[in-house]
């Protein structure tokens, strides 16, 4: 992961912060100052964000389509398709956002296998949903040392 990296558009840091959101969720951004690199920060900043957006939207494809596109585009798909549910109003999506909840699904599913709850079939998903941990009850803030492992492709 690259702190440093900025999109064509102007989302940066580990996050991929807009400068107006990072600002709304409590990053400063400003001069020399850009939170948006800082790893806990930023990390604090996106889970309050993640949660934000799922007490709106009620599901987490449309949380990982509206973290990537803007709320707003998943709110018109909304009109527009009459529906809430991710596959009838992808359509109505750009194409980009299409592309990276479907990779989000599977980079779930390679690493959680088959059967866990994000990559069930629509017809198996509302059995799931009864059993899901509500994520209000997910903490935002990092209360005990993580470990990590820094990986690297870079050749030496």
Known sequence: MNNKAT???????????MPSTAVLYGLKVKGKVDERTHQYKSTVAA??????????????????????????????????????????????????????????????????????????TKAEWSKYQKDLVSFASVKTEITEPVRTTVVSNEQK
């Open 7 to 17: 999109s064509a558009v102007g989302a940066k840091g580990y996050w991929q912060f």
């Open 47 to 120: 889970a309050k964000y993640l949660r934000s957006l799922y007490d709106d939207l009620g599901d987490w494809l449309l949380v990982v389509a509206a973290y990537n596109s803007g709320p707003g585009y998943v709110y018109k798909a909304i009109k527009q398709s009459g529906s809430r549910d991710f596959w009838r109003l992808q359509s109505f999506l750009p194409k980009e956002t299409r592309n990276h909840v479907k990779r989000f699904i599977s980079i779930h599913y390679f690493f959680e296998g088959e059967g866990s709850e994000a990559t069930a």
